[in-house]
């Protein structure tokens, strides 16, 4: 009796790594406690394994624990007895996970890893090609395993024809084979130590380049099995491992069916054509049979390893794909990363999100129902502790009956215990995100508005899963690192991804926008107060233009050159100064923080991504969050009190479209004209057509903004749909364009462009010609779509793996090497300044002002916001930078070569991943 997998020891936790190296015939025979030598897998009626077949009890053990098969010996008196009668031993039923079997094969057959893998390592070996030696291995070629004295080379391959030739001319001085049992002879006479030195011998003496590559390719394939105690034979098979029958399970369904696991019919197939194969060896059936019964024998095997690597893919009863041993093993679905890395948590759920405008930004909205079973044991210890239950099982039903008091007991439990959201596709860090829980009615999770950009969320049906921190150490670096009001930067580009936008965006437009000949228009205000009083009794409008006596920091972007660039625009500090502004921007200049700067203008998307940005840089995190929190508030109070809808009259097409339509078809025709009169050739005559149809489209498209802008000039009417784009809430002048100007010129699928236009747009309709010419773009937007989804997520798992390790080792490595910094133009246009490159990196040299001569930046210092505008300024057109391209830390990089971390926004701490962010 052999002891069993856990008995023998083998199992330990204690190593460093696991090598995995071929196994030799000898090797399959140790582990296998018995041939199994019949495709049967139960007795249908009895529902017994049957013997030496698939679930075979005397080979596998018993089916239930300490009992044989026959009833004879039960009970574990008899550990370890063997049957007489039926010869299972008596012993636990788990050992059906452990035990292997195996299959002697009737002739040898390949591995297709080794044959069929690339590079070839048969191939490599024997230096045969991969097609040859398909040839050889399907019984299509015989090849040379012995010239003998014949002119013939070793391993060059004959066809029927040749080897028939060859026989009448040398009869049985030499030797030809096919199949596994040829190149598994070949590979017998191998001796690597021998291979090894001739290659390197050749590869000092080779001209060819590509020649030198083969012999490098063979060489490392021949020091691998140097190194190695591995025989170069053993890739060709005689014996096969069958799996414990427990691994590969036959289940009874309802009804009298069952399931069963594909690699049973794999086994089966190979079991099956074994058998087969046997017999006709006993009969001595012609050869063509034979040869024809040992390759569908390897076919089996090769498909019982991997389905699908060579020829046809089996596949079962409903045209599936049969699941071979290397499909359990490999991708997604595989061992590894389906079960290995990636597991089912407990303590967690998954619902569909709404918004929760009434939120904090570090609170969510968790379903009773939903909070109650995520912390049940939380309010069990809590029920025990206040001595409301005196038991568990009291304290479960009391949640089951959900008592008043159970309600109490969750409040206080989930205070201050902050649960974690994520949503799938997790890309970045800000994928999943610490919250601190309020209960609320209904079944749907409440986000916070402002989080739905880093999760990338909208509230169509997105669904998203809560996990619980369970240790006390979970729960404090859930909300000292994870809290969402604790990442509003994005570890990305640094600037905040917690910005408004849509709805909010819209409303603070609207709210800082100025409306001609609104109630009060012009008056004068002594401060802000008199403003909200005078708006309180109805004098005044929300939109209305008036003049304010001002004291204080003043930052006026009507004045400035860009009107929303709130980080840049200089702050005055003014004493009793008049200053035309409205009382929106009144309004939203009261609910930002006291410290920040009156900002008069009217505030874009753009404008107020960086008034949040200002105020990070100047105020830090807590007051940027509470302004976050008074924004949204107001957007969304404006937005809704603004009234702005969508109607098709809304969208204007400019009067002058037929005439810009007409004219270019004139120009088209005249073109048309000197093409067929020989002046000009067909490819000129089709850019002079595009070229006249753009310019037809963009001067549609520039005078209907025209007449858009002219009615918001006045202000006297708002153009919704010109409000939304402009304010960046919402679509874009493209989109504007389609819906109310000319779509314009289409694409083909080949990328080529049609050079009819569509000369209607949304408005009007488009006929059936313009809807099928835009067909091909929607369409390959939706192909493009989808393949680019599995390629970006591909390129992200080969980069995770190979940044995995980089971390922050050191502080400064010493290096004096680094890269030269300048800004990227192209064709004359700036794309990035030199001050956002350089923004937050170290200095390898000092910086002087080339005018004055005075030092700006000192050697290894980080330049910030302040020191890189004043390089910038200075006219310094490259700077020296430290880089982690040439970072001299023996692992990972060091912080000075990093530079600013830009989640933080402060130079990266020890230790800090960087690699994997």
Not at 49 to 60: H, M, N, S, T
Not at 124 to 148: C, W
Not at 656 to 671: G, M, N, P, Q, S
Not at 858 to 884: C, F, P, T
Request: hydrophobic share 40%; net charge positive; proline share 4%.
């Amino acid at each position: 009796m052999r002891p069993s997998f856990h008995e023998r020891g083998a199992l330990t936790s204690d190593f460093d790594a696991i090598r995995i190296s071929l196994a030799s015939p000898d090797k399959i025979m140790s582990w296998s406690h018995g041939e199994v030598t019949k495709p049967e897998t139960i007795n249908y009626r009895t529902f017994k394994p049957e013997r030496d077949g698939l679930f075979c009890a005397k080979i596998f053990g018993p089916i239930t624990d300490w009992e044989c098969l026959c009833g004879k010996y039960k009970r574990m008196k008899h550990r370890g007895v063997i049957c007489d009668k039926c010869g299972v031993e008596v012993t636990q039923a788990k050992v059906r996970r452990e035990r292997l079997g195996h299959i002697t094969l009737a002739t040898p057959v390949s591995h297709v890893w080794f044959f069929k893998g690339l590079p070839s390592r048969i191939g490599h070996l024997l230096d045969i090609s991969l097609r040859d030696l398909e040839r050889v291995l399907y019984f299509e070629a015989y090849v040379v395993v012995d010239p003998g004295e014949t002119e013939l080379k070793p391993n060059s391959l004959l066809n029927e024809e040749g080897y028939r030739k060859a026989r009448e001319e040398h009869q049985h001085r030499f030797k030809a084979q096919m199949g596994a049992e040829a190149i598994k002879e070949l590979l017998k006479r191998v001796n690597v130590e021998r291979l090894a030195v001739e290659l390197r011998d050749k590869m000092k003496t080779e001209t060819s380049a590509q020649k030198k590559l083969k012999f490098a390719k063979r060489l490392k394939v021949v020091d691998s099995f140097r190194k190695s105690s591995n025989r170069p034979e053993w890739m060709i098979l005689d014996v096969i491992p069958v799996i414990p029958p427990e691994l590969r399970p036959l289940v009874p369904l309802d009804g009298g069916r069952f399931a069963t696991s594909d690699l049973n019919d794999l086994y089966r197939r190979v079991i099956n054509r074994n058998n087969r194969l046997k017999k006709l060896i006993e009969l001595k059936a012609p050869d063509v049979i034979i040869r024809n019964e040992k390759r569908m024998l390897q076919e089996a095997v090769d498909a019982l390893f991997d389905n699908g690597r060579r020829g046809r893919v089996l596949r079962g009863a409903n045209n599936r794909p049969l699941k071979s041993l290397s499909d359990t093993l490999k991708g997604k679905q595989g061992r590894f990363r389906q079960n290995l890395l990636g597991k089912r948590v407990d303590y967690s759920g998954r619902s569909v999100i709404v918004v929760g405008p009434e939120l904090k930004l570090h609170q969510c909205g968790l379903p009773k129902k939903m909070a109650l079973e995520l912390f049940k044991p939380f309010i069990y210890n809590k029920l025990e502790e206040r001595g409301l239950v005196q038991t568990i099982k009291q304290a479960k039903e009391m949640v089951e009956l959900q008592r008043p008091e159970v309600w109490d007991v969750l409040e206080e439990v989930i205070r201050e215990h902050p649960v974690l959201l994520n949503r799938a596709p997790t890309l970045h860090r800000l994928g999943i995100q610490a919250f601190e829980p309020v209960l609320v009615e209904g079944k749907a999770i409440r986000i916070h508005p402002l989080v739905c950009t880093a999760f990338n969320a909208d509230f169509d049906g997105d669904q998203m899963a809560v996990h619980i921190p369970l240790s006390p150490e979970a729960q404090i670096e859930a909300s000292v690192l994870m809290l969402s009001s604790n990442n509003i930067l994005s570890p990305a580009h640094g600037s905040p991804i917690a910005i408004p936008s849509q709805d909010i965006v819209l409303g603070i437009y609207y709210l800082t926008k100025a409306k001609a000949g609104a109630k009060g228009e012009g008056r004068a205000f002594g401060n802000p107060d008199d403003v909200m009083l005078a708006l309180e009794a109805g004098e005044l409008e929300t939109l209305s233009p008036i003049r304010l006596r001002f004291s204080g920091d003043l930052q006026d972007l009507t004045a400035a050159r860009d009107d929303q660039d709130v980080l840049r625009t200089e702050v005055q500090n003014v004493q009793n100064k008049i200053i035309n502004t409205t009382v929106g921007r009144v309004i939203l200049n009261q609910s930002i923080p006291v410290e920040m700067p009156f900002v008069n203008g009217l505030l874009k998307k753009k404008g107020l991504q960086q008034l949040v940005q200002s105020c990070y840089l100047k105020f830090g995190l807590e007051k940027t969050v509470e302004m976050l929190d008074s924004l949204k508030n107001l957007g969304f109070a404006y937005a809704t009190k603004s009234g702005l809808s969508i109607g098709i009259d809304d969208l204007i097409i400019p009067k002058e479209k037929v005439a810009l339509v007409d004219k270019a078809r004139d120009e088209v025709i005249k073109v048309e004209s000197q093409y067929l009169e020989g002046a000009i050739t067909n490819g000129e005559r089709y850019n002079k057509v595009i070229a006249i149809w753009s310019e037809a489209t963009e001067d549609i498209a520039n005078a209907m903004f025209s007449e858009m802008e002219a009615i918001d000039k006045e202000g006297r009417n708002f153009n919704p749909v010109y409000i939304m784009a402009d304010s960046g809430a919402r679509g874009s002048k493209q989109q504007i364009r389609q819906l109310a100007g000319m779509r314009g010129l289409m694409a083909k699928p080949s990328g080529e462009i049609i050079e009819t236009p569509i000369t209607a747009n949304f408005r009007e309709g488009l006929s059936v010609l313009h809807y099928f010419i835009s067909t091909h773009g929607a369409r390959k937007g939706l192909a493009d779509t989808a393949l680019k989804t599995a390629d970006s997520g591909y390129l992200t798992r080969r980069l995770v793996d190979v940044a995995q390790d980089v971390i922050i080792s050191e502080n400064d490595c010493g290096t004096l090497d680094g890269i030269e910094a300048r800004a990227i133009v192209e064709s004359g246009e700036v794309i990035e300044p030199l001050r956002d490159r350089i923004i937050g990196r170290v200095t390898l040299e000092r910086i002087v002002d080339p005018f004055t001569g005075d030092k700006i930046v000192d050697v290894n210092e980080v330049m910030d916001e302040e020191l890189s505008s004043a390089i910038q300024d200075a006219g310094i057109e490259k700077v020296k930078i430290r880089s982690v391209l040439t970072c001299t830390s023996r692992r990972g990089v060091c912080a000075k070569c990093y530079g600013r971390d830009l989640a933080t926004g402060k130079l990266v701490e020890l230790g800090q991943a960087v690699g994997v962010i």
